[in-house]
């Protein structure tokens, strides 16, 4: 069963926010009449649609070059 946009929008918002789930969902909005393997397979394409977070490791690289460039250079 194909989703309309409105409902997509709700499925998302509720799954990125509130933590729903595909059973979550379904309790939820029994009206809708959706079905798990969709609810599923949408959940699976806004997952890859998320952004990478960035490592601990880059973050901190970031953080080091912005602090030695932020020092005042001084002639001895």
Known sequence: ?????DDKTLIKNLHLFEGYGPQGL???F???N??????DTLLKKLKKMEAPTESV???DRK???CLLQNLPITET
């Open 1 to 5: 069963m194909p989703f309309s946009e």
């Open 26 to 28: 379904l309790a939820g």
């Open 30 to 32: 029994s009206m809708k």
């Open 34 to 39: 959706w079905m798990k393997g969709s609810l």
């Open 57 to 59: 490791a880059a973050a």
């Open 63 to 65: 953080w080091r070059v």
